[in-house]
């Protein structure tokens, strides 16, 4: 039962499935025809810390990844509803994520808080920062018909607050609050590399 919950992130399958994370329950759940929910994923079955459902997205195999808090673990779920850990990001929060195909494999993106990292993940307990937010919090992705990726952050700048360990970044940025930024993630022969930041003009201010 959800209904006392908070919808904080939703996805359609394929076919046309609704599935829904709910905090702080911490569960995703798919919607029935009947419009009924059932549990379809518990991740605090593999981890009893996890409660909040961020984010989600599907990639192109149709395994389903699970952006969590507060523990910062991303799950890989696959159509059955059995998951596992895919990635710690050692952020508390993941509250965004994005697949993509980049060459021949495919990407996950994943956006942390409270250091606004970015992350690009290629493979299980695989992953490259590829970009450092002056921002807390990277709060939505979108990908640019270009190959670049769009970044809304938002919070505090980072250098208020000590920042938490994680894998050294590989690109620092110098974006000014509410502007959104664009990095050039998985560009040939860039991969392990500091990535290329790109200033644009601002958009709508998040």
Same mark, same amino acid.
């Given at each position: 039962d959800w209904s006392s919950d908070v919808c904080s992130s939703d996805l359609i399958d394929k076919s046309d499935r609704v599935y829904v994370g709910a905090s702080p329950d911490g569960k995703v759940y798919q919607l029935e025809g009947n419009g009924k929910a059932r549990e379809f994923f518990d991740p605090a079955k593999l981890d009893a810390k996890t409660k909040y459902i961020w984010s989600m997205a599907f990639g192109a195999d149709g395994t389903l990844y699970v952006g969590t808090g507060d523990r910062g673990k991303i799950f890989r779920v696959d159509a059955s509803g059995k998951g596992d850990v895919y990635f710690e990001t050692n952020q508390t929060h993941v509250m965004t994520l994005l697949t993509r195909t980049a060459g021949s494999g495919a990407e996950l993106l994943a956006g942390t !808080?409270?250091?606004?990292?970015?992350? !690009?993940?290629?493979?299980?307990?695989?992953?490259?920062?590829?970009?450092?937010s002056p921002l807390s919090e990277i709060h939505q992705l979108a990908p640019g018909a270009d190959g670049s990726i769009y970044v809304a952050?938002?919070?505090?700048?980072?250098?208020?607050?000590?920042?938490?360990?994680?894998? /050294?970044?590989?690109?620092?940025?110098?974006?000014?609050?509410?502007?959104? /930024?664009?990095?050039?993630?998985?560009?040939?022969?860039?991969?392990?590399r500091p990535a290329r930041q790109q200033h644009r003009p601002a958009l709508d201010q998040a």
């Open positions: !808080e409270p250091n606004g990292l970015l992350y !690009e993940i290629t493979a299980a307990n695989k992953a490259t920062v590829i970009y450092d952050t938002l919070g505090q700048s980072t250098g208020a607050r000590q920042r938490q360990a994680t894998p /050294a970044p590989a690109a620092s940025g110098g974006h000014s609050a509410g502007q959104p /930024a664009s990095v050039r993630a998985g560009c040939p022969g860039h991969r392990g």
